[in-house]
């Protein structure tokens, strides 16, 4: 396992690898950790997987010791084998839902190395002294048109790009996920483009597990009140077990069930966790919602795009410090802060700071809040980015053509000629 920090010397260097030579995922600037040589990533906070994995495994356990075990006498012999093997089979596939969605790229964008490069727009709120260079910054926004509708795309501070539509940054995670639902405490990583539908399968299906188990517990209890000649209740004392499961399986169904219905919504309105609670689509028009048949379609039948990042690719070692400044004047940890710069998650630490609301489109990370230098970013080939390639890939998807508003189309996370909005 490999955390996020690289290998300070050459014995962290993979097997084979010169000493300037590492992988991507060893000099990866997110909070991520990596498994079987960068092959699995995880969130930072991946402790809470096991928990997951024990809520689920440790019922399932009581479940055919205590339960399945009994019915396998009460009913016909291959009925009885059936429920056991039904309540195992679902088990691992929650199970399987749950690991696919947190340990593959949820839909990283990479970072790139420097800030663009726009014009040279003088920033006058920051004094210049005799002798300095004057200070420049890239316009904090820019449009463009989704479906006929304008939306406006930020600029990460903390991955030096414009974000694509749907794009936001997570403080928990410190990437920048495409199509950005929400992180998950549970799966211990963030929900977007790449992971959304296998989050959904594991949702719904441990929603039915749930109802699995909570129904064959009464079907229990029910056997031993009609072999026993008791009420409901004297059976239900008879098999703790029982009682135990169907509290517990009560409980969680009202949790995984929630979850399961607020999403079969979103999907239906295309619409992300983040953007339900941030716009509220229902006070204005959403640019992505394309009917409610298209949009499950696009949820469940097109096909998963690539991941961005080949964290297993072989780079070299940089020794110098990730530049931060375009034209010797920019300096991009020096960026004033607003209020928008506060990620989900992060708002305690932003108002500590001063900031004393939410700003009205987006967000940026946490570590823009800090003033600190920028890490290495060790020879990663993150590049620039193309903007309008992954705009127009948005459009066609959505069956219309994207264009930019109020700047240059070619290439915004390198050149920019649009000019700052005062």
């Not at 024990?54 to 010791?65: M, N, R």
């Not at 030096?160 to 940054?169: K, N």
Request: charged residues 20%; aromatic residues 12%; glycine residues 8%.
């Amino acid at each position: 396992m490999y955390g996020v920090h690289p290998p300070k010397n050459s014995d962290a260097a993979v097997a084979g690898d010169t000493a300037d030579v590492i992988r991507t995922y060893q000099a990866w600037e997110g909070s991520n950790v990596f498994f079987l040589g960068g092959r699995f990533i995880f969130g930072p906070d991946i402790q809470s997987i096991f928990l997951s994995i024990s809520l689920i495994v440790v019922p399932v356990v009581i479940f055919c010791v205590f339960v399945g075990r009994k019915l396998l006498d009460d009913f016909n012999h291959h009925l009885g084998i059936l429920v056991m093997v039904i309540a195992i089979v679902l088990s691992v596939y929650v199970l399987t839902m749950l690991l696919v969605t947190s340990g593959r790229d949820p839909g990283i964008v990479p970072r790139n190395k420097r800030p663009p490069e726009p014009e040279v727009v003088l920033d006058q709120s920051l004094d210049v002294g005799p002798g300095q260079t004057p200070q420049l910054r890239p316009p904090r926004f820019k449009e463009v048109t989704v479906n006929g509708l304008t939306v406006k795309v930020k600029y990460c501070d903390t991955c030096m790009l414009y974000r694509p539509p749907r794009c936001s940054h997570c403080s928990i995670c410190d990437n920048c996920v495409d199509r950005f639902d929400h992180h998950c405490p549970w799966v211990g990583q963030c929900i977007g483009l790449r992971n959304y539908r296998f989050y959904f399968m594991f949702v719904s299906s441990a929603t039915l597990l749930c109802i699995y188990i909570f129904a064959f517990c009464w079907v229990y209890a029910i056997k031993i009140k009609n072999s026993e000649d008791t009420s409901i209740w004297g059976a239900l004392i008879k098999t703790p077990a029982s009682i135990v499961l169907i509290i517990y399986t009560f409980i969680c169904v009202w949790f995984v069930g929630g979850l399961t219905v607020f999403h079969l919504y979103l999907i239906s309105t295309n619409q992300s966790t983040y953007e339900n609670f941030r716009y509220r689509y229902d006070r204005t028009e959403n640019p992505y919602n394309r009917g409610i048949i298209e949009n499950f379609k696009e949820v469940f039948w097109r096909s998963i795009p690539p991941s961005k990042n080949d964290f297993r690719a072989v780079v070299e070692r940089e020794s110098e410090t990730r530049d931060g400044s375009f034209g010797g004047g920019f300096v991009n940890s020096y960026v004033a802060k607003t209020p928008s710069d506060i990620e989900m998650g992060d708002w305690k630490a932003a108002l500590n700071n001063g900031s004393g609301g939410v700003d009205q489109y987006d967000q940026t990370g946490h570590n823009d809040l800090r003033g600190h230098p920028r890490r290495s970013s060790w020879g990663r080939r993150s590049g620039s980015w193309d903007l309008t390639s992954d705009i127009a890939s948005v459009a066609s998807a959505l069956g219309d053509s994207n264009r930019i508003v109020g700047g240059s189309s070619d290439n915004l996370g390198g050149q920019l000629t649009g000019q700052v909005r005062r």
